[in-house]
């Protein structure tokens, strides 16, 4: 996907793109790193939310951001795991399988979000009916499924009804530790089971991605002379899509590949190969690694934490759920 994206983009002579390079306003990257910062803070102030308080706002911080950084340079999101192994080894420790639930939790609050931006870009700019109801619907599915943890977590006892059900007619999950699982991934929704929670979780998701959008409305002044709000919001939305793309490490390709056509649809450009569009989503992807690469290797050093020791807290994590010893230690932690 990396390899077919990137022929597309560069299929034409990249004097252009050079050239828009050269004569780009750097100024507003500074800026646009600040904004960056501030997201991935209020990123974690809900990550926090979402664990019920168990994490310091500061470990919370760094935890994420070294997810994050390890996201960008690894493939198959391995900083998820490595932020629940971070959040285990703190003192008290957070169960694992909770820290994967507020992962998932937090993934349905940012599809949500997502097509949030989508319906709103679609009301600024000309489009098709069926485009419209399309992210309509596909965001009523992810406010359905965010209602439905809120459920599950104000009736545990019903998502240990809904598993046993399925047991009946799997056999594979009747195994104790599978159970003790779902108690870990109820605990981890906990904090939606109250209208304070939830509120409090959307609104922190709502204020990181507005700090994103804004962000990126400040760099579009980097290429462009008139950037548009519509342009901003599509090219966050598209180009969160981008990341659930098999690629490269980083998303080379497929990131930019989402950027340039979310520029054309919202009318910034002519045609997603034109130079600007190029230009500008070369220049905004170097921008989030920098900012990803910079906070992560920051929260290493706060957290005191080498990558072959994070590395290896990973593997035993993974060997630990898979073994006798690992259904005891998750016994042991939910007798916690």
């Known amino acids: 996907m990396s390899l077919v994206a990137l022929v597309y983009l560069f299929r034409r002579d990249l004097g252009g793109v050079r050239d828009e390079l050269l004569h780009a306003r750097y100024w507003a990257v500074i800026p646009c790193l600040v904004l960056s910062g501030v997201g991935l803070w209020l990123r974690a102030i809900r990550w926090r939310v979402l664990l019920n308080g168990r994490l310091p706002l500061d470990h919370s911080f760094h935890i994420l951001n070294i997810s994050y950084f390890i996201n ?32 998932l939790v937090e993934r349905l609050l940012d599809t949500l979000t997502v097509f949030g931006l989508v319906g709103l870009t679609l009301t600024l700019i000309p489009t098709q009916l069926e485009v419209g109801l399309l992210g309509g619907l596909l965001g009523v599915g992810a406010l359905v499924g965010v209602i439905v943890l809120a459920v599950f977590a104000a009736h545990p006892a019903w998502g240990y009804a809904l598993f046993d059900q399925f047991a009946r007619f799997l056999p594979l999950l009747r195994r104790p530790r599978l159970r003790g699982w779902v108690g870990h991934f109820l605990d981890g929704i906990a904090p939606l089971a109250s ?27 980097a290429v462009f002379d008139d950037p548009t709000w519509a342009a901003a919001m599509a090219m966050v939305a598209l180009a969160s899509f981008a990341i659930a793309v098999p690629a490269v490490p980083g998303n080379l390709g497929p990131f930019e590949a989402a950027t340039v056509f979310a520029l054309a649809g919202a009318g910034l450009v002519d045609d997603p190969g034109a130079a600007p569009a190029v230009a500008f989503a070369l220049l905004l992807h170097a921008v989030n690694l920098l900012t990803y690469i910079a906070c992560g290797l920051v929260g290493l050093w706060t957290e005191d934490v080498q990558i072959g020791d994070l590395a290896q807290a990973v593997q035993n994590l993974r060997a630990q759920q898979k073994t006798p010893a690992g259904e005891l230690e998750t016994a042991a932690e939910a007798g916690q």
Request: glycine residues 6%; hydrophobic residues 60%; proline residues 5%.
């Open 72 to 103: 960008a340079v690894l493939p198959l999101r391995v900083g998820e795991l490595a932020r629940a192994a971070l959040a285990r080894r703190l003192d008290p420790p957070v169960r694992v399988f909770t820290s994967l639930s507020t992962i």
């Open 195 to 221: 209208v304070g929670g939830l509120l409090q979780a959307v609104w922190w998701t709502a204020a990181a991605w507005t700090a994103s959008v804004i962000a990126g409305y400040v760099l579009l002044y």
